[in-house]
């Protein structure tokens, strides 16, 4: 079955280290995305994607970036980790389409902690 | 200031009954709305989606509707099961940003037996 994971599930960092989230997901999507999700603010787009090479800003995108080598892949980079980064983040996965309104599918999460 | 609101308290309601969630925008003018659910621990899972001219769409107990003059979508869930328990979430599609989702805070459904 076609699925999205991401790996770590779980990661504590220091301030001030580079640390890397990865996305896989086997659905064939062109469209990924990165969220982040806090109490009090829900989702939040940080990064997103309409196909290999393609990258843009999301709504949070300081701080962070991605790159786009394959369809499957999403990697998202946290270039120097603050503690205001230390949340729950979710990748996610939709089928390109004219109508622009398709489902997203999402993974299980990574729940990051920046002391 | 462009604002999704869903309501922050926990609704809290008997089993068999029907659930009713809200979901308020103020300055956006979104195309197409999307709900989904969302349990603990884990990521979003798509529920439905409702175009701006369509008043209602429905998918087995669920429904949802989609007022653009009111700026509201409502989301009832119908014989509400303690299995429905979960966090709901609006989520807006613009005509302009193909395929980005702008969510709401979500609101905690419990269910009681």
């Known amino acids: 079955d076609a699925e999205i994971t991401q790996s770590p599930r779980h990661k504590i960092t220091e301030t001030g280290r580079q640390v890397t989230l990865a996305c896989h997901q086997t659905?064939?999507?062109?469209?990924m995305f990165w969220y982040r999700q806090d109490l009090g603010h829900g989702l939040r787009l940080i990064h997103y994607s309409y196909g290999v090479q393609d990258t843009n800003k999301g709504e949070v995108s300081d701080g962070y970036s991605v790159s786009r080598s394959n369809t499957e892949d999403l990697p998202l980079t946290l270039e120097s980790a603050a503690s205001s980064q230390t949340s729950v983040y979710f990748c996610a996965s939709s089928p390109k389409t004219s109508g622009g309104y398709n489902e997203q599918f999402f993974g299980p999460g990574t729940r990051l902690t920046v002391l | 200031s462009q604002k999704i609101e869903q309501n922050s308290e926990a609704l809290n309601i008997q089993e068999g009954k029907t659930a009713t969630l809200t979901c308020n925008y103020t300055n956006y003018s979104p195309a197409y709305l999307q709900w989904y659910r969302q349990d603990p621990g884990r990521g979003p899972v798509f529920l439905l989606l409702?175009?701006?001219?369509?008043k209602e769409k429905r998918k087995e107990r669920l429904k949802v509707t989609f007022d653009t003059t009111l700026k509201q979508s409502l989301f009832h869930i119908t014989a509400s099961q303690p299995a429905d328990s979960a966090t709901y979430l609006c989520?807006?599609?613009?005509?302009?940003?193909?395929?980005?989702?702008?969510f709401g805070t979500g609101t905690r459904l419990l269910v009681s037996p």
């Open positions: 409702i175009r701006e001219n369509e």
């Open positions: 989520a807006l599609i613009m005509n302009t940003g193909f395929q980005k989702l702008v």
């Open positions: 659905w064939n999507h062109n469209n």
